[in-house]
């Protein structure tokens, strides 16, 4: 409902090539129409559990995944709305699970379920389609549908998943914090920490990714490493700048209204209307943490913050995101340069400059060490890049620089 129409398998595929994606979900596997889309589209990859194109060389897998929302009443008489992922090894599984959520909510009315059942008892269902069934909580802190959300969210996983919180391993951080912003909370402790795109269109693909190091390319290889938080198979993620997710600030969209919850967090109510403030991610880990803010892990995977290369093209050239030119330039720079993932965060800024420009170059050069400025998002708002340093009143980042890998 919420996504494009442009999305197919095939341009997914191609998406991926380039970026620098070796694998990605199929999403939606519990809407009838999209699942004859899998069906018809993929074939087995060898005896692995994931998937690919029929009939490609290109290398590119896919694991079959879905969303879905859980709408359910919770101890507190509140009504609880939490987005769930899903990873499931094979298509008997994926069709047991769909006839048994089909009694919960109708299918077909949206891509992402919306099922009136509890979290605990959507996580149930999986493992009884599949034992190697795989849930996790979707952007686990945003506000409306976050499994630590402000407005309908949980303390902890336990009270969350209650009986069924013995199968997750992991939680998705969303676009609006990071890694570290997690490590301030020891009850997290337990889970890995990874990161996904939530994709709603092709060109938002690989906004951000896991990187995994797995000895052989399966479905088991790959959701074990997450499992067993192994700092040596899992091996890093990439990041949004979590300044520039659209929940990072409390806030009232409504009258343009954005609240830094570390300098004024007892504002429940907007200022210029009276209206209820949404209350932001910073906001809610704060109020969760026992850590400090600088608080450096230990065996935890390491991160990298990026800006995707379209938004950084757009940003230098001052062209819309969609617009042809920017489009033109980005497809120049992948077939001169490489995957996208590699512009990002391994190819000489010097190279980038003498063959694009300096400001693009520089442009890169500023996101890899954090120097730049960001109007952090807030109540659905996204952030405002500049990473040129143009705009003096956007707020300056914290020096970056990638030394964590």
């Known amino acids: 409902m919420a996504c494009s129409s442009a999305i197919t398998l095939k341009g997914m595929e191609q998406t991926a090539v380039e970026k620098g994606i070796n694998l990605i979900g199929t999403g939606d596997f519990t809407h009838p129409e999209w699942l004859k889309e899998i069906k018809a589209n993929l074939e087995p990859a060898g005896d692995a559990s994931l998937f690919k194109i029929k009939g490609s060389t290109s290398g590119v897998r896919f694991v079959l995944s879905s969303e879905a929302s859980t709408i359910f009443e919770g101890k507190d008489k ?35 379920a919306q099922l009136s059942m509890s979290a605990a008892s959507l996580v149930e269902e999986a493992f009884k389609a599949s034992k190697n069934a795989f849930v996790f909580p979707a952007h686990a802190w945003t ?60 060109p938002k693909i690989g906004r951000e990714m896991t990187i995994l190091d797995v000895a052989n390319f399966s479905y088991s290889d790959v959701v074990g490493a997450i499992k067993n938080k192994d700092d040596k198979k899992l091996n890093s993620t990439l990041e949004f700048f979590p300044e520039e997710g659209k929940y990072h600030f409390d806030g ?14 007892n504002i429940t109510r907007c200022p210029v209307c009276g209206g209820k403030i949404v209350l932001g991610v910073l906001h809610r880990i704060n109020s969760l943490a026992d850590r400090p803010a600088d608080y450096i892990a230990k065996n935890r995977p390491p991160f990298v913050k990026a800006v995707p290369l379209r938004e950084v093209v757009a940003y230098v050239t001052k062209k819309t995101f969609y617009s042809v030119p920017v489009v033109k330039l980005y497809e120049d720079m992948i077939k001169d340069l490489g995957t996208e993932y590699d512009i990002l965060t391994a190819v000489s800024t010097k190279l980038i400059a003498e063959k694009f420009g300096d400001e693009i170059g520089t442009a890169i050069e500023n996101m890899r060490d954090g120097k730049i400025r960001i109007k952090p998002g807030y109540a659905g708002v996204f952030g405002e890049l500049d990473l040129l340093n143009r705009d003096s009143s956007k707020p300056e980042t914290k020096e970056w620089k990638q030394h964590r890998l």
């Open 78 to 112: 509140k009504i609880k709305k939490i987005h769930n992922c899903m990873l499931m090894p094979d298509l008997e599984s994926v069709d047991a699970l769909n006839s048994a959520l089909g009694k919960y909510g109708k299918l077909s009315s949206d891509g992402r």
């Open 143 to 202: 506000p409306y549908f976050g499994v630590f959300g402000a407005l309908s969210g949980f303390d902890s996983m336990k009270d969350a998943y209650e009986d069924q919180e013995k199968h997750i391993y992991a939680l998705e951080t969303g676009l609006s914090s990071d890694p570290a912003m997690n490590w301030r909370i020891s009850k997290l402790d337990k889970y890995a920490i990874i990161s996904t795109s939530d994709m709603h269109s092709l």
């Open 252 to 265: 009232h969209r409504q009258c343009g209204v954005s609240i830094d919850p570390d300098k004024d967090g």
